[in-house]
């Protein structure tokens, strides 16, 4: 299938520490994004990355395309608890889109 | 901002019962999306609709309908709900036809117990 698949599950970091989410894909893509989602509640997007693009930037977010090796990644930088939520990264093309199962981050004060 | 407002948060209902799911966005979105979100397994599409009574069939349609008969309104309706569709229900809209190039936007989900 298509879906897009987060590695790892779940992440638990301090406080000011970086957090690095992987997103592996199994076909070609449109675009791929990020979207985050605090518990019980539904997604907000993050960032979207074109095929031809390499990296993006938001804040203190960074996200790197590979598609060659049909994978990506999201960075977050000076981690804070509030980043605590789940994060999926969804592939799009032929018309659909395909969310991975996400990646659960924990940020401990 | 774009705000996409589901009917209910919480749900409860009865095996054998008729459960509809209202969805309302208010951006004058073409597309609009059904999803079920279940742990481990993560958001599977159900149905999503391009227009007004336009409908696709997503990757598990089994046991649901939808309905769009106004642009702003997506219904998801299952005709007799069983214990196995206890889930998350996130319904989700994204601007113009071209669905693979847009954000989507989502709305808080509808938690449905079938007891």
């Known amino acids: 299938s298509q879906q897009g698949e987060e590695d790892p599950q779940a992440l638990s970091i301090q406080e000011g520490e970086n957090a690095t989410m992987n997103c592996s894909y199994k076909?070609?893509?449109?675009?791929l994004q990020w979207y985050r989602q605090n518990s019980g509640r539904g997604l907000v997007h993050l960032i979207l990355?074109?095929?031809?693009?390499r990296e993006k930037h938001s804040g203190r977010l960074r996200v790197t395309l590979d598609t060659s090796k049909k994978s990506s990644s999201l960075l977050i930088t000076a981690s804070r608890a509030a980043d605590t939520a789940s994060y999926f990264c969804?592939?799009?093309?032929?018309?659909?889109?395909?969310f991975g199962s996400g990646t659960k981050l924990n940020v401990k004060p | 901002d774009v705000k996409v407002t589901q009917s209910s948060r919480y749900l409860v209902k009865r095996t054998g019962e008729k459960v509809f799911l209202e969805c309302v966005q208010d951006?004058?979105?073409?597309?609009m999306f059904w999803y079920r979100q279940d742990p481990g397994l993560g958001l599977r599409l159900i149905y999503f609709?391009?227009?007004?009574?336009?409908?696709e069939k997503g990757d598990i349609p089994e046991g649901y309908s939808v309905s769009r008969e106004k642009k702003e309104r997506f219904s998801l309706i299952l005709e007799s709900a069983s214990t196995n569709q206890t889930s998350m229900y996130l319904c989700?809209?994204?601007?113009?036809?071209?669905?693979?190039?847009?954000?989507?936007?989502f709305g808080a989900g509808t938690r449905l117990s079938v007891l």
């Open positions: 989700a809209s994204s601007f113009r036809q071209r669905i693979a190039k847009n954000i989507q936007y």
């Open positions: 076909t070609s893509i449109n675009n």
């Open positions: 609709s391009y227009d007004v009574k336009m409908k």
């Open positions: 951006m004058d979105h073409e597309n």
């Open positions: 990355i074109r095929s031809n693009e």
């Open positions: 969804a592939t799009a093309a032929f018309n659909k889109f395909y």
